[in-house]
């Protein structure tokens, strides 16, 4: 069974950074497409950013353009979201996406001071 | 960019009955870009349909997609209790793969 496991949510600062993770299990992620999709409290879903198997395409929404960075390492069999500089607006449940088949249970981002 | 916008917001109805969820897209999108996503309270969404009008593993033969350039629709057919929820729409042939705005199914 595809599994996606994401981590490294929490409270931050307005301003500062976090890391989020993504472990995949029962699939090798090299293949596939993925994604990270958000949704803030009562909200509906936000596509932010998309890389390509062998990460030569990324792309991003312009709401986190310029701020967030997505990488993915496919010998961990992981995908990863670097967010800088992040605002109030970018509180939300964050889930890790494969393609747009299989979705993680979330990790959450509050931002806040 | 292409912006979906789904109708109704709020869509009331009883179990056994039918239900229409329509999805318009700002400018022709290829039926293989289009996907409708369940989500339900506390839960991760699902991928219900793919490519326009093709179901996803594990989904009820109630559900069909169906539509074509910027016209797209969810029916399903005798609602179950669990049907209750909220839909989107996603096109996925272009980036931003944007999401419509959901339509809530509400008994």
């Known amino acids: 069974e595809a599994l996606l496991v994401e981590s490294g949510g929490g409270l931050v600062q307005p301003g500062g950074s976090l890391r989020l993770s993504c472990v995949a299990s029962g699939f090798g992620i090299s293949t596939f497409d993925m994604n990270w999709v958000r949704q803030a409290p009562g909200k509906g879903l936000e596509w932010i950013s998309h890389?390509?198997?062998?990460?030569?395409?990324?792309s991003y929404a312009d709401s986190v353009k310029g701020r967030f960075t997505i990488s993915r390492d496919n010998a961990k069999n992981s995908l990863y979201l670097q967010m800088n500089n992040l605002r109030d607006e970018d509180t939300a449940l964050y889930y890790c996406?494969?393609?747009?088949?299989?979705w993680g249970q979330g990790a959450q981002v509050t931002v806040s001071s | 960019e292409i912006v979906l916008t789904q109708s109704p917001g709020t869509l009331s109805l009883s179990p056994g009955e039918r239900a229409t969820l329509s999805c318009r897209a700002s400018q022709s999108i290829s039926s293989s870009s289009l996907g409708w996503y369940q989500q339900r309270p506390g839960q991760a969404p699902r991928l219900l349909i793919y490519g326009g009008s093709n179901r996803a593993a594990a989904v009820p033969d109630r559900f069909s997609g169906s539509g074509s350039g910027t016209d797209f629709s969810l029916t399903i057919t005798r609602l179950d209790p669990e049907d209750f929820a909220v839909y989107y729409c996603?096109?996925?042939?272009?980036?931003?793969?944007?999401f419509g705005q959901g339509t809530r199914l509400e008994i």
């Open positions: 996603q096109q996925y042939g272009a980036s931003p793969y944007n």
């Open positions: 890389i390509s198997p062998n990460s030569g395409v990324m």
């Open positions: 996406v494969r393609r747009f088949d299989h």
